[in-house]
């Protein structure tokens, strides 16, 4: 299912394929995220336009809305949502934690108090992978309990034993054909627990590995903490998907440290908000500076939105509150995430990652307002939407 094509010398960046049922995925890769079927502004044609390989859809809010028999009837996510390319589904997993005022963690899965209506509503190992079964993702996600960055040690330990346990009856469960599972890191910054579920996990032989509880609030630091606890246990001949991240600076940051995929929701959410992704960082293109700027988001870019408009019309159209603005943001910053991954591939291909990996971290600017944005994401009781 997965290749590993090379390593780069001097970091422990990698480029791999990962075959499947709808396609080969070159790594590494970053996946948009479509929570209920769609990415939020996006079409497919766009999407395919822009060199989408792999979107994300979400096992608790497709269940929950439309519903497993309208998808079913439809022949499956695929075909309902017109994406003949593959999907990976998480597992309601993230719900667990994102959803916290409203659920209740049991011994086999969580009680749900829907976020729509109040319905209650049982997710657990089986019943995630059935869904995800129905759905027809070529990945399918182990359901897994996310706790909160800074929950106590005892909170954190009960948290991972619950993470092998349900992850050995995923692994039990029927699969749509030709669906692959991935088994889901946790542990927070906890050396012993991460080298224990990543040990207990890779045991169980699954198609690939998560590593989960990162952009959940916490620190950076933590996060690339997180990420180097898990890592070095992981199978070199299996794909590493650090999940829920992030802005294009953490993404290069994890390549470095060995991670293959990402998923994140920022590229349409901070579009919604007028911020745009360029290589040196975030612009917010509301502000008065852009007023008369009639260049575009950022020079060599050439997505849809570079090529035709200019930052004092979009600008404009932010402010008149016209959705034509939030579509050409979200073109834009999706087209910048994947052409920074396709760089990134080129990079590790010719062994001159250490270079581009230098010469992006330091020409890029963080921005306050988008890390707020990040933390709000994580604790917001829609997160992933």
């Known amino acids: 299912m997965f290749e590993l094509l090379k390593t780069d010398a001097g970091t422990k960046a990698r480029l791999g394929k990962l075959t499947t049922t709808h396609g080969v995925v070159d790594t590494p890769v970053f996946m948009s995220v479509g929570t209920q079927a769609s990415v939020k502004a996006l079409d497919p044609r766009e999407l395919r336009e822009m060199g989408t390989q792999i979107i994300l859809g979400n096992t608790y809010h497709l269940n929950l809305r439309p519903g497993l028999d309208i998808i079913k009837a439809a022949g499956g996510l695929h075909r309902f949502m017109n994406w003949e390319r593959p999907i990976l589904t998480d597992s309601g997993g993230f719900q667990v934690f994102s959803l916290a005022k409203i659920r209740k963690v049991k011994a086999h899965g969580v009680e749900f108090r829907s976020h729509l209506d109040g319905s209650l509503l049982f997710i657990g190992p089986k019943e995630s992978m059935e869904i995800q079964r129905v759905l027809g993702s070529d990945i399918a996600m182990v359901f897994d309990e996310c706790p909160p960055h800074d929950a106590p040690a005892r909170e954190q330990k009960?948290?991972?034993?619950?993470?092998?346990?349900?992850?050995?009856?995923?692994?039990?469960?029927?699969?749509?054909?030709?669906?692959?599972?991935?088994?889901?890191?946790?542990?927070?910054?906890?050396?012993?627990?991460?080298?224990?579920?990543?040990?207990?996990?890779?045991?169980?032989?699954?198609?690939?590995?998560?590593?989960?509880?990162?952009?959940?609030?916490?620190?950076?630091?933590?996060?690339?903490?997180?990420?180097?606890?898990?890592?070095?246990?992981?199978?070199?001949?299996?794909a590493r998907y650090a999940m829920g991240l992030g802005t294009p600076a953490q993404m290069v940051e994890l390549i470095a440290r060995g991670v293959d995929m990402f998923d994140c929701v920022l590229p349409t959410r901070v579009a919604r908000n007028g911020t745009a992704y360029t290589r040196r960082g975030a612009i917010g293109l509301k502000g008065a500076a852009y007023k008369t700027d009639f260049g575009p988001l950022e020079e060599g870019c050439d997505c849809f939105a570079c090529r035709n408009f200019t930052r004092a019309y979009l600008r404009h159209l932010l402010r008149a509150d016209e959705i034509l603005g939030l579509r050409m943001l979200s073109v834009h910053n999706s087209h910048m995430y994947l052409k920074l991954m396709s760089d990134v591939r080129a990079a590790i291909a010719a062994g001159?990652?250490?270079?581009?990996?230098?010469?992006?971290?330091?020409?890029?600017?963080?921005?306050?307002?988008?890390?707020?944005?990040?933390?709000?994401?994580?604790?917001?009781?829609?997160?992933?939407?």
Not at 158 to 183: H, M, N, S, Y
């Open 158 to 238: 009960l948290a991972v034993e619950r993470t092998i346990r349900w992850a050995r009856e995923c692994r039990e469960q029927p699969r749509a054909d030709g669906q692959k599972v991935f088994g889901i890191v946790q542990g927070g910054s906890n050396p012993a627990l991460r080298e224990e579920c990543a040990k207990a996990l890779v045991a169980m032989e699954f198609d690939g590995y998560a590593i989960g509880g990162v952009s959940v609030g916490e620190p950076e630091p933590e996060m690339m903490k997180a990420i180097e606890l898990a890592e070095p246990f992981l199978p070199a001949g299996k």
């Open 352 to 385: 001159a990652f250490g270079d581009f990996y230098r010469n992006f971290i330091a020409g890029f600017k963080p921005s306050q307002k988008v890390m707020a944005q990040r933390t709000k994401a994580a604790t917001d009781p829609r997160a992933n939407l």
